[in-house]
């Protein structure tokens, strides 16, 4: 057995790192008050177990269900909390500060923040990153009355996510007209 | 009462005590609709629902010693089937957290509806509401009972029980075109 | 269709019966169930009680039998129950996901819009 105590010393300290090394799961609460005002509320955990299940009943034929095979194929967790309200301003800022604080952590990047004047909507994209390849993504919206947190753990890919879109109901963006002029 | 738990006599439950085959035939003619609907439209699927009914007749089986009365059957019925409905579908909801969508549409249809359409929409509302509330409404609209009543099935303050009668009854009403309040409703909660 | 949503819910939520086959399963597995520690009524002619007494193991195995079938049916209906829900919330996950890059990359198209309308020849 070669070094031996270098081993040990890595058994030892294996807890410590993975400790330290970045989570890209963030603590989710079920906000329940939030729950009891909203009319539509959506609360989503998949583990890999469910994301697992899942796989198995998306059909391979079906050019959605294999596009979404695709996207999941190495996800370890998918996340959502999304409550619609029947009124502006119906939750509080401090509702979503205690998730935003978990996204100061290290290892977190933000990736894109937007503020619309017109609609009071923010939309705040961060990533995760380890060895330049993502392994967490979260999405935090919010808006008049709607207010949405999502975490992806794992390998998440954007562009896949992104092809995704018109199939799901929601039209495709034009990227290209998106470009800020220069 | 309604009409099927009259036609199940006392003399009927004295012989079902004892353990008399047709008259614990005649008690589940009697009471297998009313538990049979409570357990399909809290848990959503024909198979759920008659496996939850099943079990609780089983189990009323074993306790018919302690059942007093014909009006006692009905409230214990009532009760352990809303409270099994309710675990169940709490367990549920620890397995596969709860989404609020259309997509239980297909689990049953009534053949004998007068409004199918109102049927289905009536259904998912009912499933967009949380257990309990969801039980207080069946209790309330399906068994006919008073608030008081559903608060003594269902071991919950009358205040509770009204709450959940109102914000269940205003979303509903939020939800269904066309739909208005009945005078008395106030009075009925 | 104006009408009063209790008289809705009233017509809407009356029981329904269960199918047959059900129902003639419930009433052989509640009088036939082998724990029901109540003894059975004397009945006028002792062999009538005795041919039942018969009977009563062999109707408790089928039961035994029907519902040991009717567990693995279940469960196996349960898994795909379960399995097509967890399809339904990943598609619904991602659905949201979506919708919300897509709503970033519209706050950024606007403010891109407005800035060239502000600054033409930029």
């Not at chain 3, 990359?105 to 800035?115: A, C, D, H, T």
Request: hydrophobic share 40%.
């Amino acid at each position: 057995m070669k070094h031996p105590r270098l081993k040990i010393l890595l058994a030892l300290l294996a807890p410590a790192l993975a400790w330290a090394a970045p989570n890209p799961r963030l603590v989710l609460p079920d906000f329940p008050a939030l729950v009891q005002k909203a009319t539509q509320a959506v609360t989503i955990t998949l583990d890999p177990a469910l994301l697992s299940l899942a796989a198995r009943f998306l059909d391979g034929n079906d050019p959605q269900d294999a596009a979404t095979r695709e996207i999941i194929k190495g996800l370890q967790g998918i996340y959502v909390r999304s409550y619609t309200f029947d009124r502006d301003s119906a939750y509080s800022q401090e509702d979503i500060d205690a998730v935003r604080k978990q996204l100061a952590a290290p290892g977190w990047n933000r990736l894109v923040e937007t503020h619309s004047k017109k609609t009071h909507a923010n939309v705040d994209i961060y990533i995760m990153l380890d060895d330049n390849k993502a392994i967490g993504l979260a999405v935090i919206a919010s808006e008049a009355r709607q207010f949405t947190i999502v975490n992806i753990v794992g390998a998440i890919d954007l562009e896949k996510l992104h092809k995704l879109e018109g199939q799901f109901g929601v039209p495709k963006l034009d990227l290209d007209a998106s470009k800020a002029p220069h | 009462m309604n009409e099927a738990v009259r036609q199940f006599t006392d003399h009927e439950l004295a012989l079902a005590r004892n353990g008399d085959a047709q008259a614990l035939t005649a008690l589940v003619l009697a009471h297998q609709r009313s538990v049979y609907s409570l357990a399909l439209r809290m848990l959503g699927t024909r198979d759920l629902a008659e496996d939850l009914a099943q079990d609780v007749f089983m189990q009323l089986n074993r306790n018919l010693k302690s059942i007093e009365s014909r009006e006692h059957l009905a409230f214990w019925l009532r009760k352990v089937t809303a409270f099994r409905a309710i675990d169940q579908l709490r367990q549920r909801a620890r397995l596969a957290t709860h989404l609020k969508s259309d997509t239980h549409a297909d689990h049953y249809n009534d053949a004998d509806t007068c409004d199918p359409l109102l049927q289905r929409h009536l259904k998912l509302l009912l499933e967009e509401l949380s257990p309990a509330a969801r039980a207080v409404v069946l209790l309330r609209y399906q068994e006919d009972l008073d608030p008081v009543d559903i608060a003594r099935t269902l071991e919950m303050p009358i205040n509770t029980v009204k709450s959940h009668l109102k914000r269940s009854l205003e979303f509903m009403r939020q939800k269904t075109p066309g739909a208005r309040s009945s005078r008395g409703e106030d009075e009925t909660l | 269709m104006s009408q009063d949503l209790e008289s809705q819910l009233r017509a809407a939520l009356r029981p329904i019966a269960p199918s047959a086959t059900f129902e003639k399963r419930l009433i052989a597995c509640v009088t036939d169930d082998p724990q029901h520690s109540q003894p059975k009524a004397n009945r006028v002619g002792g062999a009538g009680w005795r041919s039942r007494a018969r009977w009563l193991p062999v109707a408790a195995a089928a039961c035994v039998l029907i519902g040991v079938g009717l567990q693995n049916r279940l469960q196996v209906r349960r898994e795909r129950e379960n399995g097509l829900e967890a399809r339904r919330q990943v598609v619904e996950a991602l659905r949201v996901t979506s919708q919300k890059l897509d709503l970033a990359y519209e706050i950024v198209k606007s403010q891109s819009s407005s800035f060239t309308d502000e600054n033409p020849g930029v």
